[in-house]
C-alpha cells in the first residue's frame, strides 16, 4: 500500500502538482509517534529561520507608506509609476543601457510574472524551451496555455550549463523562447558571462526570446558573479523576471516584475506593449502600500544587509557540502554558489525504489522533508533548501544520514 501511494505521488508530481502541493503530502506523511521536531529543508523561504530576515528600512518603509493615507486605493494595472521608475533604475545599474519605467510592470510576485511571460508568447502550435531540472510553474502555466513543452537538459558536469546542441536541436519554427533561471533554482549553479553570452547567440541564431528568471538575483557567493541576462539584450530581446522575495527575505510580500529588456526595440514593438498592458487589466498586482514602499526600500537598503545575507547562504552552502560528502548513498556533483538550493543525486538502496519513495520514508522515519526531484525533472536526485539555521541545517542532513545507514544496513541484512 505505501509503495504504491508513492508511485501515485510520482505520477502526480511530474504532471501537475507544484512544489507547494509534494510538500504538503509530505508534511502529512510526518509520523507523529517519532516524536522529532520536523526540520523542512523543502521550500525556498528563508524567512521561516531566525538566520534570515528583512532589513528595518523595508519593513519602515511598509508601515510608512500604509499610514500616510495615500496608498489604499487602486493602483494602476502595470504598477505605480514610482514603482516602476524604481525597478527601471535598480535594474539599469547592471546594465550597459538604460531601462525605461515603461519597460517595467509590476506583479504579484515571481510567479505572476512567469504566467505573464507564457501567455504572451503563447499561440496555436507553439512551443517553448525549458530547462531539465527547472521551476515546475513554467510547466504548469503553459499547460494552462496549450502552450507545448520541450526540455533542454542542465549538465551537472558541467557545473548546470545549458547543453546548447539540445537547444539547437529542440528549436524549431515555432519556437518563442528559451527558458534560464540564473542563479540557478534547484540547482544553485550561477552562469559566467560567456555561457551567458553564447546562450544569447544561441536564442538569437534560433531567433528566440530569451525569459530569464532572476528570481535569485544577486544572491552570488562562488566564483562566478551574477551576471543579469539583459546585459546582452543588444544581441537578443529578453524578458527579465524578478522579484523583492529572494533578496530582500520578504516572500510573503509577493511584489515582483516583469521587464523588456531589448534596447534595439525587437520586441518592444506598440502592439506587443498594448498586448501586454491590456493583459495587465486582467490582474492583480501587489497591494498599493507595498509597491509604494518600494522605492525607499531599494534606495536606502545598506549595502551592509545583503552582505551578511551573502555570509549566511555561503555558510550554510558550505555545510551542506560538507555534510553530504559525509552520506554514501548521495552525491552533489556541484558545489552550490548563489541561489538557495542543491541538487543531490541518489544511489538508490535496495529498498528504497526511487526518489519520491526516498523522501516519504524519510519525512514518516526521522522527520525530515526533502524534495523529490522528479518535482523538477529529475528522476532519483534530490532537491535541498540549504537557506536556514546552521544547527538545524546541520541536524537534519545527520538525520539524513542515519536514514540511509539504516537502509544500507537493511539491504545487506536481507
Known amino acids: 500500500m505505501e509503495k504504491g501511494i508513492t508511485r501515485s505521488h510520482e505520477v502526480e508530481t511530474s504532471n501537475t502538482i507544484t512544489i507547494k502541493g509534494i510538500l504538503s503530502l509530505l508534511m502529512q506523511s510526518i509520523d507523529e509517534r517519532v516524536g522529532r521536531s520536523v526540520i523542512s529543508l523543502g521550500m525556498g523561504d528563508p524567512s521561516a529561520y531566525s538566520c534570515f530576515h528583512t532589513t528595518p528600512v523595508a519593513q519602515e518603509a511598509v508601515v510608512d507608506a500604509l499610514q500616510c493615507d495615500k496608498f489604499n486605493g487602486y493602483s494602476p494595472t502595470v504598477g505605480l509609476p514610482q514603482t516602476r521608475r524604481a525597478v527601471a533604475e535598480f535594474l539599469s545599474r547592471d546594465l550597459p543601457y538604460k531601462l525605461s519605467a515603461d519597460d517595467v510592470f509590476i506583479t504579484c510576485g515571481c510567479t505572476q510574472s512567469i504566467d505573464v511571460a507564457v ?69 544553485g549553479n550561477v552562469y559566467s558571462y560567456q555561457h551567458l553570452k553564447r546562450i544569447a547567440e544561441t536564442a538569437e541564431k534560433l531567433k528566440i526570446l530569451v525569459i530569464a528568471d532572476e528570481v535569485y538575483g544577486h544572491l552570488a557567493f562562488g566564483h562566478n558573479p551574477f551576471i543579469p541576462m539583459g ?82 547562504l555561503k555558510q550554510a552552502s558550505d555545510i551542506c557540502y560538507d555534510k553530504i560528502r559525509e552520506i554514501s548513498c548521495i552525491t552533489c556533483p556541484h558545489k552550490p554558489e548563489g541561489s538557495m538550493a542543491v541538487m543531490l543525486n541518489l544511489e538508490l538502496l535496495e529498498d528504497i525504489c526511487d526518489d519520491s519513495d526516498f523522501c516519504f520514508k524519510l519525512a514518516k522515519e526521522e522527520s525530515v522533508i526533502v524534495l523529490p526531484g522528479t518535482a523538477v525533472g529529475l528522476k532519483n536526485w534530490i532537491r535541498v533548501t540549504f537557506a536556514a539555521d546552521p544547527a538545524l541545517l546541520e541536524e537534519a542532513l545527520e538525520r539524513v544520514k542515519i536514514f540511509c545507514q539504516r537502509h544500507a544496513s537493511r539491504a545487506l541484512g536481507a
Open 119 to 187: 501567455a504572451m508568447l503563447a499561440h496555436p502550435g507553439a512551443n517553448i524551451l525549458l530547462p531539465r531540472p527547472g521551476f515546475p510553474i513554467y510547466e504548469l502555466s503553459a499547460s494552462f496555455r496549450h502552450l507545448e513543452v520541450r526540455h533542454f537538459d542542465l549538465l551537472p558536469e558541467k557545473g548546470w550549463e545549458v547543453d546548447l546542441n539540445a537547444v539547437e536541436a529542440l528549436a524549431d519554427e515555432n519556437t518563442v523562447a528559451l527558458v534560464i533561471i540564473n542563479p540557478g533554482n534547484p540547482c
Open 231 to 312: 546585459v546582452f539584450g543588444s544581441i537578443v530581446p529578453v524578458l527579465t523576471l524578478g522579484s523583492l522575495s529572494k533578496r530582500w527575505i520578504v516572500p510573503g510580500w509577493r511584489l515582483g516584475w516583469f521587464v523588456i529588456s531589448d534596447p534595439v526595440g525587437t520586441f518592444r514593438k506598440p502592439k506587443t506593449v498594448e498586448r501586454i498592458k491590456k493583459y495587465f487589466d486582467l490582474l492583480g498586482g501587489p497591494a498599493t502600500f507595498i509597491q509604494a514602499a518600494l522605492p525607499r526600500i531599494i534606495e536606502e537598503t545598506d549595502e551592509e544587509f545583503f552582505k551578511k545575507t551573502i555570509r549566511t
